[in-house]
């Protein structure tokens, strides 16, 4: 089972980035997916998570500025990000909790994560 997270990069202040994760070895359709983010020296911190309903979630300081979205189909969760801001930047993880219809932000009960894509905003 794995989740591969892709689509970082540098950008500037304003300016967005989509970012992707793809699972492989299951289906992810019932899980919930969420994403999460690890700025340099801050612990890892939620971000955002849809269930398998397709009901969303946000951190505050996302909230009205990223979306996520998933395409069961493809087995991929999507985070579009907007507006991004410096501190934004973070590595960015998205992750899977198994059979899950509740979300939650407490990532110890995420099964599976992904490996991480880094996210620079330049002001």
């Known amino acids: 089972v794995q989740l591969q997270a892709f689509g970082g990069g540098l950008v500037q202040a304003g300016g967005y980035l989509r970012l992707s994760c793809a699972g492989s070895g299951r289906t992810f359709t019932r899980d919930t997916m969420g994403w999460f983010r690890q700025a340099p020296g801050k612990e890892r911190d939620f971000v955002s998570a849809?269930?398998?309903?397709?009901?969303?979630y946000y951190a505050s300081s996302v909230k009205g500025r990223f979306t996520i979205s998933k395409d069961n189909a493809k087995n991929t969760v999507y985070l579009q990000m907007n507006s991004l801001r410096s501190e934004d930047t973070a590595v960015y993880y998205c992750a899977a909790d198994r059979d899950s219809y509740f979300y939650t932000r407490d990532m110890r009960q995420y099964d599976y994560w992904g490996q991480g894509t880094l996210v620079t905003v330049s002001s």
């Open positions: 849809i269930n398998w309903s397709g009901d969303t």
